[in-house]
């Protein structure tokens, strides 16, 4: 994956600034996205370190671990949630969509209890160099943007 100077911070600053978080990026998080992107294959197991390191978010694996965004109600917390990412990281690991489609799919599961934009952006990013293009040639919005007109038009 090649990269600007600085892209992965600028991107991550990115990702915070849409969360309303506008600390400095620490070390911890910085690794934390760099063994993110270097894996080869997305696991649950992975993902759940990625977000309590993060966001110390939890994923909603137990019934009642339920959540609300404003008016949308993700599917309910249980045993399902765990099942239904590994399915949507099979999907991301197989190329099987679009890294556009897989955001989507990953914010309407709202799969932890905190964390889930900024881990779905880091997927959105693994995914779109794992595709050989470069994530940060633009920033997440403008590259978000531009694909949503795209598929709007297909």
């Excluded at 309590?52 to 949308?72: F, Y």
């Excluded at 989507?104 to 599961?109: E, K, Q």
């Excluded at 779905?120 to 007109?149: C, K, V």
Aim: charged share 25%; aromatic share 8%.
């Amino acid at each position: 994956m090649t990269s600007r100077p600085n892209g992965l911070v600028e991107f991550i600053v990115e990702s915070n600034r849409i969360e309303r978080i506008h600390a400095p990026v620490a070390m911890e998080e910085m690794t934390s996205y760099k063994k993110l992107l270097a894996l080869g294959h997305l696991t649950a197991d992975a993902l759940c370190a990625f977000v309590a390191a993060v966001a110390s978010g939890r994923l909603r694996d137990q019934p009642g671990m339920d959540v609300r965004i404003g008016d949308d109600r993700p599917p309910a917390g249980g045993p399902g949630i765990r099942r239904q990412l590994g399915v949507l990281l099979d999907a991301m690991n197989a190329q099987a969509m679009s890294p556009w489609e897989a955001h989507l799919a990953y914010v309407r599961l709202h799969p932890f209890t905190d964390g889930n934009g900024r881990s779905g952006r880091a997927l959105w990013a693994w995914m779109t160099s794992h595709r050989d293009e470069n994530p940060f040639e633009l920033s997440f919005l403008q590259r978000f943007y531009y694909d949503t007109i795209r598929h709007a038009r297909t």
